[in-house]
């Protein structure tokens, strides 16, 4: 094969499985949002969940830059943004206010991801994307050339992958005309966050770790998509607490298996507001005199939980300009 072809078939690969763990729903293995604990129990703050309230609170790509910043700049940066959170100007940012933000930045970030792929799926650029233009953008080398990936797992790959995402194109296409808008294509890429593709989100987990194929997850297909056992030694401690969270809230009709019900139950609660969970655990961690509102001082005092970095070297990301934060 020549050097081209290989590249756009890798490239091409490489799209269609970012789009399918794009796809899974965000336990341990991203298939939920991180469950809210009681604010009161939860152990010491450590790096990854700092910067799981980085990532909450500025967005995946300004937390990275963030992470080049010294102290002082981070605390000057911050200032801005908390005046900018602070929505009615009265000196104090509510849990509410925290919540607004949050929302705001993780759409910042899905639109944001949008844009920088538009333009490789869009090739007559008139502002939509046909089914065709993103089958032959993702799909075009291996369909053109099928002979050669007869006997390569490629082949597998594409072969499942092709028909499941015409699938969830067609389900984000609301107006059926196989062409999807902006707004459409955003929900083709990010379908856990749009309602009317909630089924497509449940069922692509279903069929991600169903491995029997019998249209449930069983109590060891559940393990086996967040552990595996690489030898035959005994299971971590919090392997067998999945279990029994299997056992007791997973399997709710008890009889040893989840069907999509229970899957949806499962990876996408009905209580659970992931901006406001968040943001209630920004406000409780930095509420020195527990009035349930913050203080600018409040959150700069606490500022390594809100954007701090543990960097020692700044980079050269500095020269990118993040005022519109």
Excluded: C
Aim: negative net charge; proline residues 3%; glycine residues 6%.
């Amino acid at each position: 094969m020549a050097r081209g072809g290989r590249l756009g078939l890798a490239l091409g690969l490489l799209l269609a499985l970012a789009l399918t763990l794009r796809a899974k729903p965000t336990v341990r293995k991203e298939r939920v949002v991180r469950p809210d604990s009681e604010l009161g129990e939860r152990p010491a703050e450590d790096n990854q969940s700092f910067q799981y309230d980085h990532e909450a609170f500025l967005g995946k790509e300004d937390s990275k830059t963030f992470d080049q910043l010294s102290p002082e700049e981070s605390k000057e940066r911050l200032g801005k943004i908390v005046d900018r959170i602070d929505s009615d100007g009265d000196g104090l940012v509510t849990t509410e206010e925290l919540k607004v933000w949050i929302k705001r930045v993780q759409k910042r970030y899905i639109y944001d991801n949008v844009a920088k792929v538009w333009k490789d799926y869009d090739r007559d650029k008139d502002e939509k994307i046909s089914w065709e233009e993103y089958k032959q953008a993702t799909y075009g080398y291996y369909l053109g050339n099928p002979a050669e990936f007869q006997d390569s797992s490629d082949h597998l790959t594409f072969k499942k992958m092709l028909p499941r995402d015409e699938r969830r194109f067609k389900a984000s296409d609301l107006d059926g005309d196989l062409t999807a808008t902006r707004e459409e294509f955003t929900a083709f890429l990010h379908p856990e966050e749009f309602e009317h593709m909630k089924e497509i989100v449940v069922l692509e987990t279903l069929e991600d770790i169903d491995k029997n194929g019998d249209g449930f997850v069983d109590q060891d297909e559940y393990i086996a998509d967040m552990f595996s056992h690489e030898d035959n030694g005994p299971e971590p401690d919090w392997v067998l607490s999945e279990r029994e969270q299997f056992n007791d809230f997973r399997d709710l009709n008890k009889d040893g298996k989840l069907d999509k019900d229970e899957i949806r139950h499962w990876i996408l609660p009905q209580d659970y507001d992931h901006a406001q969970a968040e943001a209630r655990h920004l406000v409780y961690e930095s509420d020195k005199n527990k009035d349930e509102k913050l203080t600018k001082e409040e959150i700069l005092d606490n500022w390594n939980m809100f954007v701090g970095s543990q960097a020692t070297n700044y980079g050269e990301d500095l020269t990118k300009n993040h005022d519109e934060l």
